[in-house]
C-alpha cells in the first residue's frame, strides 16, 4: 500500500464507468442500453421489443380473460405457448448466429468479470447483432430446459397477476391496475435473463458460473410466490394463507429492488444456507466443513427426523433418539481414518510413509480403541438411564394433570440444570482475560511477561477450574438434560410432525452442542418454574422440544443482533474519529444515519433474522442486507491458499498451534463455542487467522490460516494495533486501579482472550558488522574451515562404515571425479594434447570466471548482476594432468620429462593403490574421484602446514571409538600414525581449499558472504570439485559450519580445547540447519522441526550483512477474539466489491488500514481469489473431551 487516507477513491474512474454501464443492466434483468460506444438505433429498439415481449403476451391472454372468451386456466396455457414459440426463435437465431459467425467458446466456466468488448454492428437481424443482444447457451440441456421453462414463466405468471384474481385479492380495481403493472415489469425482467441475456448479479456466490445456474435465479424467486397463490386457490378459504398472498403480491412488485441490492441469495448459496439453517436449528446439527459434509448429514438428519415419527412407542423413540443424536454428533471423518488409516499410511512396498504428518498419541486425535469404548460406555449409560427414567418416572403414569406439571423427580432435575448453568458459566467466565462481555479485565488472569514455566505455575488455579467446568459440561450436562427430557410430559403427545422434530432436535442438541443446549434448558426451565401452577396456553401447547428449538432460534438471532449492532456502531463511530477514515461525506453519512436511526435498526434486525452479513457498501456507514450464506461465506473448499516460501513458518505452527487451542477451547478460555467464531494469533511478525467450521460431542473442527509476513505499510498499521490491544490486556501492571481495569480497546474488533504455549520458531536477525569484516576473525576462518573440512569427511567415513560401505578403486570417479586416462572412453570428435584430459561441468548455478583480475573487482556481484546473460551449463576445461605427492616420495619430475610418464609413478592417483599402515585405515579411504584434483604439486606442498594434524588425530580417535564400538587403544593408536590416511585427507582437504580460492586469508566479507551462498568465483580446481557434487557438498557445508564457528567465536569467545570443538561440530550436524533461506533444506528444517536453524542475509539497501537464527521453543502466543459479524460484513462487500464491481484496484479505500475494524487483515484472510493468505490448512480435527 502506498496511498492510505481518506482520499482514496472508492472506484477509480474506468471502474465508475463500468460499473455505471453494468449496474442498469442488472435492474432490468439484462438488456445493455447504456454501452459506452456509438451503437445503432435497432440494437436498442431489438432490446426493447424482446423485453416487452413477455408482456405483449401475457396481455393477450389477460384480455381475452377480461372478455370472457378464455378462462383464466386457457389463457395462461395461451400465453405460456406463445412465449414457449419466442423463446425457441431466439434460441434457434443465437445458434444460428453462432454458426455463421463460427465463433469457437471454450465449453466451461467463462470469466464473469470479463469487460465487454467493442461491437462493431452491420446489419439489425445480422449475426454479430444476434450475438450481442442474445449470446446463446453453452449446454444443450440448457438450451432446452431455459426454453420450456420461459413458457411455464409466462403462463403461470399470466395466471398470478390477472386483473380479476387481483381485484378479488384486494377489493380494488385501481390497486388491482398498479398492482398488474408493476407485477409485469418483475416478469420480463425475469423472463429477458432466463432467455434473452443474463445479466451479472449483485448477489454473487461464486466467482465462476460454470453450469448456467445463474438464469435461473430470478425465474424460481417468481414461481415460489407463484406456489404459494396457487396453493392459496386450491387449498381454500385459509385466511392466514389469504393475508400471505396478499403480502406476498405487494412484495412481487419490489422484486428488482431485492435483485438490484443484492439481498436474494443465489441458487447455490440458497440451498446451502437452507440446509444448514435447517440442520441447525430444526435438526440440532451443526454447520459442517465442507458442502459433501453439509448434505450427507442433513439427508441422514432428516431420514432420522422420519423415523422418530412413525416409532409407536415412547420408549422406543427415547431410545432412537438418544443413539441417533449421538452417533451423529461424533466425527465421522475419524470413522473413515480408522478403516483406511493404516493402509493409507503406507506405501506400495508397505513402509510407512515419512511425508504423512501423524497426529499426537494423546486421547482423542484419532479414533482407536480407547475412544470407541469411552463412546460405547457414554452411549450405554445414556440408554440405560433414559430407558429407567422414563420407564419408572413418567409422569405419564399419573392421572392428575396438576401432579404432571409439578412432577417432583423433573422439578429436581430442573434445578440441578440452573445450577449447572450457572458453574459452567462462572468457570468459562473466569478463564479469560477480560469478563463481562470483554469490558473488564481478569484480576485471576496471568500476566504474560513472564517465561512459559512461571505462567503455567500461575495458571493452577484456573486449569483446575477449567478441568471442572469440563467435567460438567461435557459429562454431568448431558446426563442430566437426558433426564430432564426423559421425564417430560410432551412426549405424550410425541407423534406430531412438530413435537417428532422438537425431541429429535433436543436429543441431539444435548451432544452436539451442550453449552448451548444447558442454557436452552435453564431459559425453558425458568420460564416453567416462574409460571408456576398457573398455565401458559401457548407456550405449553408448544411442548418441550418445540420450545427448545424456538430458544435455541431467538438466541443466536439475538446474540447475532448485538454482535452486528456492535459492529455497526464501529463503522458509525469511526468513520468520524479515525482522522484518516474522515472522508467530506462522513458527516453527511453521520447525519443520514442518525435522521433514519428506526429504519437503520430495521436492515441490523433484519440482517441478524435472515442469518444474513450486514453489508457496509465500500465498508462506509452505508448498510444494506447481505444475500444469505453459509457460514463459511465462501464457496470453495477450505485449505486453498497463495502459498510462498514463507508458508512453511504457519505450516509448522499449526501443529503444535493446534494441541494449544485443543486445551483453550477444553478448558473455556477462548469463549463460548460456535461454528463461524473467529480467532486472531500474534507471535513477533506472524498473524494466524482461526476459523471454527464444525463442532460437536468431543471436538471442533477448526482452519488455520497464515497471513504476509512481507508487511505493507497497512498491515504493519494493523498489527501494531493488534500488539498494542494485547499489551493492554496480558502486559499489565501487577495492581490497577478501577478504572486502570476497563477495557480501553473495548471497540476494537478484537477482544483478546488468552495466551497459549505453543512451540514455534523464534526469530532474530542480527546485523554483522563487526564481525564479517572483522580481519582478526577472517583470519581464523581459513584454520577453522579445514578442521570442520576434516571432521566432515571423517563423520562421511563413518556413516559409510555403518551402511557396510568400503570405497574400492573406482568408487567415487561415477559421483563426479575424474577417472585415469586408461579408462577414458575413445574421443572421436575431439582430440586433446596427451598432456591433458577434458574435464566438464554441469553445475549451471555456478557463475564461472576465467579471468583471475577480475575476481576483485567483481567480487561483489550477484547471479543476477551479470550483463551477458546466463552462463552455459556445460563448459570444457583443458587441465594438465600430474599425479600429487604429499611427502609420499613421488620423485622429482624435471621440466623436459614427458607428463604422460608420470601416471605410472607412486602417489595418490586414481588408480594408485593405497598402502595403509594400520588394517582399520581402509574404513577412512576416500574415494578415488577425490584425489585427482588439477593441482600442481607444488602449491599443495607449500599449504601443508596449514593442515591440522593435531585436530586431524583428535578426530580420528574419536571417530575410530564410534567406529568401531569398543575402546581399542592399540587400534585407536595405530590409526593416528598411519601416514597414507593423514595425506590422503591433507590432500583432499587442500585441494578443496584452494578449489574455493581460500589459499590466503579470507580478507572480503563480500567474498565469504559468495562462498557461504554456493556462488563461488572460478578457480583452477573449481570444475573439478564441482563435478564431484558430494565433495562439493561437504566442502560448501564446512564453509558454513565454519562461519557459524566465526559467528559464535565472535559472540561467546573462542573454543579453548578440541574437545570443545568437536562437541560444537556434532551439535550443529544435530540440532542446526546452517544454509540460506531460499534453500529447500531450509523449509525441510523447519517441517522437521529442527531445534536451530542459521542462514546468512546481506541487505542490499543497508549494504550490511545480516544473521538469521531461528530457535524452536516454547513461546506464549496471545490470542484474541473477532466479532465474527463484521468479519463476514467485510467479507460480504469483499465479494460484492471484487465479483460485481470488479474494483480489485490494490489501492482501493476499502483495503486501507483501519485500526479498529482490522480491515486489511480481514481482507488478507479471506479465501482466495478474493484473499490472499499464504497458508489454509485443511479442516483440522481438535479433540476437546
Excluded at 453450469?211 to 392459496?232: G, H, K, M, N
Excluded at 564461472?848 to 550483463?867: H, K, M, N
Excluded at 557445508?1037 to 570443545?1060: V, Y
Aim: proline share 6%.
Amino acid at each position: 500500500m502506498v496511498r492510505m487516507g481518506p482520499d482514496v477513491p472508492l472506484l477509480n474512474e474506468y471502474k465508475q464507468e463500468f460499473f455505471w454501464k453494468r449496474f442498469p443492466q442488472t435492474i432490468l434483468g439484462g438488456p445493455r442500453f447504456k454501452l459506452g460506444y456509438c451503437a445503432p438505433p435497432y440494437v436498442y429498439v431489438n432490446q426493447a421489443v424482446l423485453f416487452l415481449t413477455p408482456w405483449l403476451f401475457g396481455g393477450i391472454g389477460t384480455l381475452l380473460c377480461q372478455l370472457h372468451l378464455l378462462a383464466e386456466l386457457h389463457a395462461a396455457v395461451l400465453s405460456g405457448m406463445l412465449m414457449l414459440g419466442a423463446a425457441v426463435v431466439v434460441q434457434s437465431l443465437a445458434l444460428n448466429a453462432a454458426r455463421r459467425t463460427g465463433t469457437v467458446e471454450r465449453l466451461g466456466a467463462p470469466n464473469i468479470l470479463a469487460d465487454e468488448e467493442e461491437v462493431e454492428f452491420t446489419h439489425c437481424v445480422g449475426p454479430e447483432t444476434v450475438r450481442f443482444i442474445a449470446p446463446g447457451k453453452r449446454f444443450g440441456l440448457n438450451v432446452v430446459l431455459h426454453t420450456v421453462l420461459a413458457g411455464a414463466l409466462c403462463g403461470f405468471g399470466t395466471w398470478y397477476v390477472l386483473l380479476g384474481r387481483l381485484t378479488a385479492l384486494y377489493g380494488s380495481v385501481g390497486v388491482a391496475l398498479v398492482v398488474f403493472v408493476l407485477s409485469w415489469v418483475t416478469l420480463c425482467i425475469a423472463e429477458y435473463s432466463l432467455i434473452v441475456n443474463t445479466a451479472t448479479e449483485t448477489a454473487t456466490f461464486q466467482a465462476q458460473d460454470t453450469y448456467e445456474i445463474s438464469p435461473l435465479t430470478r425465474p424460481l424467486y417468481i414461481l415460489t410466490f407463484i406456489a404459494v397463490d396457487l396453493a392459496d386457490r386450491f387449498v381454500g378459504p385459509v385466511p392466514e394463507l389469504q393475508l400471505i398472498s396478499q403480502v406476498l403480491h405487494v412484495l412481487f412488485l419490489l422484486l428488482p429492488l431485492l435483485w438490484a441490492l443484492g439481498m436474494l441469495s443465489p441458487l447455490d448459496a440458497l440451498l446451502l444456507w437452507a440446509m444448514e439453517q435447517s440442520l441447525v436449528f430444526g435438526l440440532g446439527g451443526s454447520p459442517m466443513s465442507s458442502n459433501l459434509r453439509l448434505l450427507l448429514m442433513f439427508a441422514v438428519s432428516i431420514i432420522v427426523a422420519v423415523c422418530t415419527f412413525f416409532i409407536p412407542s415412547t420408549l422406543g423413540v427415547v431410545l432412537f433418539t438418544i443413539t441417533t443424536g449421538f452417533l451423529l454428533s461424533l466425527d465421522f471423518s475419524q470413522l473413515g481414518t480408522l478403516c483406511v488409516g493404516s493402509r493409507a499410511a503406507r506405501g506400495k512396498d508397505g513402509w510407512p510413509r515419512e511425508s504423512s504428518p501423524t497426529p499426537p498419541c494423546s486421547f482423542g486425535w484419532r479414533l482407536g480403541v480407547k475412544e470407541l469404548l469411552l463412546y460405547l460406555g457414554l452411549l450405554l449409560a445414556a440408554m440405560t438411564e433414559a430407558g429407567l427414567l422414563h420407564h419408572f418416572l413418567h409422569p405419564a403414569q399419573f392421572k392428575n394433570q396438576t401432579q404432571i406439571l409439578t412432577w417432583a423427580p423433573q422439578a429436581a432435575v430442573s434445578y440441578l440444570l440452573i445450577v449447572l448453568f450457572v458453574l459452567c458459566w462462572a468457570l468459562r467466565e473466569i478463564q479469560g482475560a477480560y469478563v463481562c462481555g470483554g469490558l473488564f479485565l481478569n484480576p485471576l488472569y496471568p500476566r504474560a511477561r513472564a517465561s512459559v514455566q512461571v505462567f503455567r505455575q500461575r495458571s493452577r488455579g484456573l486449569h483446575v477450574a477449567g478441568t471442572i467446568r469440563r467435567v460438567l459440561l461435557n459429562l454431568v450436562s448431558p446426563f442430566a438434560m437426558i433426564a430432564f427430557l426423559a421425564m417430560d410430559s410432551s412426549l405424550l403427545k410425541l407423534h406430531t410432525a412438530s413435537l417428532s422434530v422438537g425431541f429429535t432436535r433436543a436429543f441431539r442438541v444435548v451432544w452436539q452442542s451442550s453449552e448451548e443446549a444447558l442454557l436452552q434448558m435453564a431459559v425453558v426451565v425458568s420460564v416453567r418454574l416462574a409460571a408456576g401452577d398457573s398455565k401458559l396456553p401457548g407456550w405449553d401447547f408448544l411442548g418441550t422440544g418445540v420450545q427448545l428449538l424456538l430458544v435455541g432460534l431467538l438466541s443466536d438471532r439475538l446474540v447475532q443482533f448485538l454482535a452486528k449492532l456492535k459492529f455497526t456502531l464501529t463503522v458509525l463511530v469511526t468513520s468520524w474519529t479515525e482522522k484518516k477514515q474522515r472522508r467530506q461525506s462522513a458527516g453527511a453519512l453521520l447525519a443520514l444515519n442518525a435522521s433514519l436511526c428506526p429504519l437503520l435498526l430495521s436492515v441490523v434486525a433484519l440482517s441478524a433474522l435472515l442469518s444474513a452479513p450486514l453489508l457496509p457498501l465500500f465498508t462506509l456507514p452505508i448498510f444494506l442486507v447481505g444475500f444469505p450464506r453459509p457460514q463459511r461465506s465462501w464457496p470453495g473448499p477450505v485449505g486453498t491458499a497463495c502459498p510462498c516460501p514463507d508458508s512453511v513458518y504457519y505450516q509448522q505452527i499449526s501443529r503444535s498451534l493446534a494441541g494449544a487451542l485443543r486445551t483453550g477451547f477444553a478448558a473455556g478460555s477462548l469463549g463460548s463455542l460456535s461454528p463461524g467464531s473467529h480467532f486472531l494469533g500474534r507471535f513477533q511478525d506472524r498473524v494466524v487467522w482461526i476459523v471454527i467450521l464444525e463442532r460437536g460431542y468431543g471436538y471442533l473442527t477448526v482452519n488455520i490460516k497464515g497471513l504476509e509476513l512481507q508487511e505493507t505499510s497497512c498491515h504493519t498499521v494493523e498489527a501494531r494495533r493488534v500488539d498494542e490491544v494485547f499489551e493492554g490486556a496480558f502486559e499489565r501492571p501487577e495492581r490497577l486501579g478501577l478504572t486502570q481495569r476497563l477495557n480501553m480497546h473495548w471497540g476494537n474488533a478484537l477482544t483478546p482472550c488468552a495466551v497459549l504455549p505453543v512451540r514455534v520458531y523464534s526469530d532474530a536477525r542480527n546485523v554483522l558488522s563487526g564481525i564479517i569484516d572483522s580481519h582478526d576473525n577472517l583470519r581464523t576462518l581459513q584454520d577453522d574451515f579445514l578442521k570442520t573440512l576434516i571432521w566432515l569427511l571423517l563423520r562421511h567415513c563413518v556413516q559409510r562404515g555403518h551402511q557396510g560401505f568400503t570405497w574400492g578403486p573406482e568408487e567415487g570417479a561415477g559421483a563426479g571425479g575424474r577417472r585415469s586416462q586408461s579408462s577414458q572412453p575413445a574421443q572421436s570428435t575431439c582430440t586433446q594434447p596427451a598432456e591433458a584430459v577434458v574435464v566438464e561441468s554441469n553445475v549451471s548455478s555456478l557463475k564461472f570466471r576465467r579471468d583471475s583480475s577480475s575476481l576483485t573487482s567483481f567480487g561483489d556481484w550477484s547471479d543476477e548482476d551479470d550483463l551477458f546473460g546466463p552462463q552455459p551449463a556445460r563448459r570444457t576445461v583443458a587441465l594438465p594432468l600430474q599425479p600429487l605427492g604429499l611427502g609420499l616420495g613421488l620423485p622429482a619430475v624435471d621440466k623436459g620429462r614427458n607428463p604422460g610418464g608420470l601416471s605410472d609413478a607412486p602417489g595418490l592417483g586414481p588408480t594408485t593403490h593405497l598402502s595403509f599402515s594400520c588394517p582399520h585405515s581402509e574404513l577412512f579411504n576416500l574415494p578415488s574421484g577425490w584425489r585427482t584434483a588439477p593441482l600442481l604439486p607444488s602449491r599443495l606442498l607449500g599449504l601443508r602446514p596449514l593442515f591440522p594434524e593435531d585436530w586431524f588425530r583428535f578426530a580420528l580417535g574419536r571417530f575410530g571409538l564410534l567406529l568401531q564400538g569398543e575402546a581399542l587403544e592399540d587400534m585407536t593408536k595405530a590409526l593416528k600414525e598411519d601416514e597414507g590416511l593423514r595425506e590422503l585427507h591433507a590432500q583432499v582437504a587442500l585441494s578443496c581449499l584452494i578449489s574455493l580460492g581460500a589459499e590466503s586469508s579470507f580478507t572480503s566479507p563480500s567474498y565469504v558472504y559468495r562462498l557461504y551462498c554456493g556462488d563461488v568465483p572460478w578457480t583452477e580446481g573449481l570444475d573439478w570439485l564441482s563435478n564431484s557434487k558430494e565433495l562439493y557438498q561437504l566442502a560448501l557445508k564446512a564453509f558454513r559450519f565454519s562461519f557459524k564457528l566465526l559467528f559464535d567465536q565472535a559472540s561467546l569467545g573462542p573454543m579453548e580445547t578440541l574437545e570443545e570443538l568437536f562437541s560444537t561440530l556434532e551439535e550443529y550436524d544435530r540440532d542446526w540447519y546452517i544454509g540460506l533461506v531460499a534453500e529447500r533444506g531450509w523449509q525441510d528444517s523447519i517441517l522437521q522441526e529442527k531445534p536451530f536453524l542459521f542462514s546468512l542475509g546481506h541487505d542490499l539497501t543497508m549494504g550490511t550483512y545480516t544473521g538469521r537464527v531461528l530457535s524452536l521453543q516454547e513461546q506464549l502466543v496471545q490470542l484474541g477474539r473477532l466479532n465474527g459479524e463484521g468479519v463476514r460484513g467485510q467479507w460480504a462487500n469483499l465479494s460484492w466489491e471484487l465479483l460485481y464491481a470488479t474494483n480489485d484496484d490494490e489501492e482501493r479505500y476499502s483495503i486501507q488500514a483501519h485500526p479498529i475494524m482490522l480491515r486489511n487483515l480481514t481482507v488478507q484472510a479471506a479465501d482466495p481469489p478474493l484473499g490472499y493468505p499464504i497458508y489454509s490448512s485443511a479442516p483440522l480435527h481438535l479433540p476437546c473431551l
